[in-house]
Structure formats: structure tokens, C-alpha cells
């Protein structure tokens, strides 16, 4: 049943890296190997994530699978909005600029 899960996460790793190549040339950004090195990093934390969780679910450890998914999925959605906001989105900081200039408006 576990290799099942890795085929899973490994397919949904296949369609998140080509999608984010697709997106990337449709939107004119480059993405640069250090990028893509961060992004392999949170996509290895994400799955290792996944695995630790079904993994204790699968061994009826409910306690680990409760303890792991407070810690990991946390630390997996907050570290990804960071990759996101500071490493992959080019316009990073233009929202607040644009909303203290409509403040300044009224």
C-alpha cells in the first residue's frame, strides 16, 4: 500500500513541476536553478509530510498522525506562501506599495 502512495506522490510531483515550468513561460518568468533547488526542497518537505501522516495512520498511530499533521502541514503551507511570495512572484512588494498610495488618496 505504500508504494501505491509514493507512485501518488510521485505523479502529483510530475504534474507540479510541469506545471510550474508551463506557468512560468506563459507569465515571462524565469526561474533560475536556485529556485527551482527551493522548490524541489518544499516539495520534498510537502511529501515527506504526506508520507509521515498516512504512514502513522496506516500503523494505527494516531497520535503520531495528529502530532505530524500539526507540525508538518503548518510548516509545509507557511514555507510555501514564503517561496511564493519572495521567490517566484516578480512583482514582490508591489500590492502594498499600490495600497498605501490609495490610503494616501482618500
Known amino acids: ?10 505523479a502529483c510531483l ?5 506545471g510550474l515550468k508551463q506557468w512560468a513561460n506563459d507569465n515571462q518568468r524565469q ?4 529556485k527551482w533547488a527551493l522548490v524541489a526542497l518544499w516539495v520534498i518537505v510537502g511529501a515527506m509530510s504526506v508520507a509521515f501522516i498516512t ?6 498511530e494516531m497520535k503520531a ?4 499533521s500539526i507540525f508538518f502541514l503548518p510548516l509545509t503551507v507557511i514555507s510555501g506562501g514564503l517561496l511564493w511570495r519572495f521567490v517566484l512572484n516578480k512583482e ?3 500590492m502594498s506599495k499600490k495600497n498605501v498610495s490609495v490610503a494616501n488618496e482618500n
Open 14 to 18: 510530475v504534474i507540479f513541476v510541469m
Open 65 to 68: 498522525a495528529i502530532r505530524g
Open 1 to 10: 500500500m505504500e508504494q501505491l502512495l509514493l507512485i501518488i506522490i510521485g
Open 92 to 94: 514582490t512588494g508591489t
Open 55 to 60: 504512514t502513522s495512520l496506516g500503523e494505527n
Open 31 to 34: 526561474i533560475t536553478w536556485w
